[in-house]
């Protein structure tokens, strides 16, 4: 008599989204340009609203076509409402200025875009929990969307993990080519370094030089991003 077939294990049901997580979703899809997205991002319901000063939208200029994209808001991101300015920012501004980028240039191909996974700083600037990046990555890849950027640089390695979908750590992610999700567009990114790690171990501002020669290469053309060149981590 053959054998009959037997039933493998009932395969987990994805769990719902929460109510917030639901809302946070329809928000970002309904954000059709920047100024919508920034109202969206003040709608979502996290309790890093009760604890933060100011939402961190972004900064520089969205036309640039290079978008940089962070983990969260520190405290002087906080009180002056914009990203990356307090230590690690100045020198983030400072490794950009030696490849010729400038946030505040006029000239589109000299300037860039910056944002942060989270838009609220985390008390005592701790790390963001996976809930809350949960809840803000459908706002951050509508942020990549609507930007449209040719290309995108992942600052740290939570920004890299969550825009990749990638289990590996930012070791060894940075120094190649990824592509993103569809829904923010399969676009090219380039993992590196959080300039915030780097003041902490400078020697690691080695790799981070190579990491910018690298996107200097690929901005001047020199190196291609075609689909058929990017790391896919799904």
């Known amino acids: 008599r053959p054998a009959q077939g037997r039933r493998g294990p009932a395969l987990p049901l994805a769990a719902p989204l929460a109510p917030a997580a639901r809302n946070a979703a329809a928000l970002a899809a309904g954000a059709q340009?920047?100024?919508?997205?920034?109202?969206?991002?003040?709608?979502v319901d996290t309790p890093?609203?009760?604890?933060?000063?100011?939402?961190?939208?972004?900064?520089?200029n969205p036309a640039s076509g290079l978008m940089l994209v962070g983990e969260a808001p520190g405290a002087d991101?906080?009180?002056?409402g914009r990203p990356f300015v307090g230590q690690s920012g100045q020198l983030l501004d400072r490794m950009l200025a030696s490849i010729g980028l400038d946030r505040t240039a006029e000239d589109p191909s000299r300037a860039f875009y910056i944002t942060n996974i989270l838009p609220w700083r985390p008390?005592?600037?701790?790390?963001?929990t996976d809930a809350e990046i949960a809840l803000f990555l459908p706002l951050v890849l509508r942020h990549v969307a609507l930007v449209r950027p040719r290309?995108?640089?992942?600052?740290?390695?939570?920004s890299a993990k969550a825009l990749l979908n990638a289990r590996e750590g930012i070791t060894r992610l940075r120094g190649r080519w990824h592509?993103?999700?569809?829904?923010?567009?399969?676009?090219?990114a380039l993992p590196t370094w959080h300039p915030?790690?780097?003041?902490?171990?400078?020697?690691?501002?080695?790799?981070?030089?190579a990491d910018l020669l690298l996107l200097r290469r690929t901005l001047s053309g020199e190196v291609s991003t075609s689909p058929d060149r990017l790391t896919q981590n799904r």
């Open 48 to 60: 890093l609203r009760d604890t933060a000063t100011n939402l961190v939208f972004a900064d520089g």
């Open 123 to 128: 008390p005592g600037n701790r790390t963001p």
């Open 196 to 209: 915030a790690y780097l003041l902490r171990n400078p020697a690691a501002k080695r790799d981070s030089w």
């Open 33 to 43: 340009d920047l100024a919508a997205l920034r109202e969206a991002l003040r709608e």
């Open 151 to 158: 290309h995108v640089l992942l600052l740290g390695g939570v």
């Open 77 to 80: 991101e906080d009180r002056l």
């Open 179 to 188: 592509a993103l999700p569809e829904e923010a567009g399969s676009l090219p």
